[in-house]
């Protein structure tokens, strides 16, 4: 079955991690919830979200201010993405589809935006150009924001203006449409009335995504019980560290034009 954009949708999880459909009535508040990971209520993130919509109105408004602030964020792949919290995500003023999905919902729901991860598994071959894009698909975090009782999907901010600039004339020198992080005709921008996807475009079939995996308060919540695997060995964080690595001074060498 092709992958279509569906809400509302019932993701039911087993165990401890079932939580209420995302259709019933007053499901909104289901995605205001503090967790340890997004620490909405951090003074940190109280007064940055304050002071980036002090001179918004409505809550379009405002999530278009927060989401700019998190797309102007460096890209950089996160070490141990499950474990860094929002206020980590400030502290290193950087961060990858997981770590800046954190920082924008904790901002949103410190408004009182209901904001939740959708986590989607894609073709690897986003990812040409920046590592080894052999092997299974890779799990995509989308942000999804409930703006005048519509779930809104978001990943445009994840890479940065000036990466993504450079990750399209990679693109338009090899022919192709998609790598390096980004799809040719992604979006780039969110005016908090639509979907924002930069990593595949609807009337691309081979580009969508492959499944979903459900929605989660936060990537910590989706990691911990979403996957339905055993948490990752010592060896395979160590691999993804070395990944991490890898990706980070490719995207380095992108951003400075010299690859």
Not at 51 to 79: E, I, N, S
Not at 144 to 157: N, T
Not at 212 to 217: K, M, N, R
Request: proline share 6%.
């Amino acid at each position: 079955m092709a992958f279509q954009w569906c809400e509302p949708i019932e993701w039911r999880r087993p165990g401890a991690c079932d939580g209420p459909a995302a259709s019933l009535p007053g499901a909104g508040a289901r995605w205001l919830r503090n967790t340890a990971l997004l620490q909405h209520d951090h003074p940190k993130i109280r007064l940055l979200a304050l002071r980036l919509t002090q001179l918004k109105g409505g809550p379009a408004d405002k999530a278009v201010a927060c989401y700019q602030h998190v797309r102007q964020l460096p890209f950089a792949c996160a070490a141990d993405a499950p474990h860094t919290t929002s206020v980590g995500v400030l502290g290193a003023q950087a961060g990858d589809a997981f770590t800046k999905s954190t920082l924008l919902i904790a901002l949103l729901r410190s408004l009182g935006i209901p904001a939740r991860a959708r986590v989607v598994a894609l073709q690897p071959d986003f990812l040409w150009g920046l590592m080894d894009i052999s092997g299974r698909a890779i799990e995509h975090v989308i942000t999804e924001i409930l703006i005048d009782g519509q779930w809104l999907g978001v990943d445009s901010y994840v890479v940065d203006l000036a990466l993504g600039l450079q990750a399209r004339n990679q693109l338009l020198r090899q022919g192709r449409k998609r790598g390096w992080g980004v799809h040719m005709n992604g979006e780039v921008a969110w005016n908090g009335t639509s979907h924002s996807l930069a990593l595949f475009h609807p009337r691309e079939p081979e580009s969508l995504p492959l499944h979903e995996l459900g929605v989660f308060d936060d990537v910590g919540e989706f990691c911990e019980c979403g996957t339905g695997q055993a948490p990752p060995s010592w060896a395979r964080k160590q691999q993804w560290a070395i990944a991490a690595a890898m990706i980070n001074w490719r995207v380095r060498k992108l951003r400075e034009g010299t690859l």
